[in-house]
T-cell receptor
Framework: SAVISQKPSRDICQRGTSLTIQCQVDSQVTMMFWYRQQPGQSLTLIATANQGSEATYESGFVIDKFPISRPNLTFSTLTVSNMSPEDSSIYLC??????????FGEGSWLTVV | GENVEQHPSTLSVQEGDSAVIKCTYSDSASNYFPWYKQELGKRPQLIIDIRSNVGEKKDQRIAVTLNKTAKHFSLHITETQPEDSAVYFCAAGTGTASKLTFGTGTRLQVTL
């Protein structure tokens, strides 16, 4: 499976600020996704990161709050804008690997204070 | 859209016993059903998956069954060990779109 690295791994942020999370994959992948996992909860898909075009957002998530970039087939960023305590979550980058399986990065643990 | 329900939310078994976690899905177009194990403070790890052209799949102590007619699938862990303690998530998706809808998770505790 692909090696998926995320930065930062953990951060404490002030409310009202924005934070950009980076996801780097060690091989080219066609599909990249961003998920959110709120404390003690399941995983929810935020958006599909499309290479060279705007991301496709799921219901309940908007570009102004979660802008996503994907400049090439190995890299993507997710920005969490104007953060509030409700944004405290694990943000997970994922990719579609061989046999169409989905693998997750290590996650970025964000706490908003 | 797809809706995945998962039961039970918590499960406690004694070491050596079997554990079964069940999921149901709503979208008949779903054809890919992975299971993830998430240990505390770590990422979800894929442990087994099944596709709609197969009714059962086994990998050592782990097996998954799929009933497409009833739209449910289950994870079976035999001879449980303390290291099996974790949260398990089922998911459903379509092979081409690769978007997964996750169940709510089952916290499995294996006691000595």
């Amino acid at each position: 499976s692909a090696v998926i690295s995320q930065k930062p791994s953990r951060d404490i942020c002030q409310r009202g600020t924005s934070l950009t999370i980076q996801c780097q994959v060690d091989s080219q992948v066609t599909m990249m996704f961003w998920y959110r996992q709120q404390p003690g909860q399941s995983l929810t898909l935020i958006a599909t990161a499309n290479q060279g075009s705007e991301a496709t957002y799921e219901s309940g998530f908007v570009i102004d709050k979660f802008p996503i970039s994907r400049p090439n087939l190995t890299f993507s960023t997710l920005t969490v804008s104007n953060m509030s305590p409700e944004d405290s979550s694990i943000y997970l980058c994922s990719v579609r690997g061989q046999r169409n399986t989905i693998y997750f990065g290590e996650g970025s643990w964000l706490t908003v204070v | 859209g797809e809706n995945v329900e998962q039961h039970p939310s918590t499960l406690s078994v004694q070491e050596g016993d079997s554990a079964v976690i069940k999921c149901t899905y709503s979208d008949s177009a779903s054809n890919y059903f992975p299971w993830y194990k998430q240990e505390l403070g770590k990422r979800p790890q894929l442990i087994i998956d099944i596709r709609s052209n197969v009714g059962e799949k086994k990998d050592q102590r782990i097996a998954v069954t799929l009933n497409k007619t009833a739209k449910h699938f289950s994870l079976h862990i035999t001879e449980t060990q303390p290291e099996d303690s974790a949260v398990y998530f089922c998911a459903a998706g379509t092979g081409t779109a690769s978007k997964l809808t996750f169940g709510t998770g089952t916290r499995l505790q294996v006691t000595l």
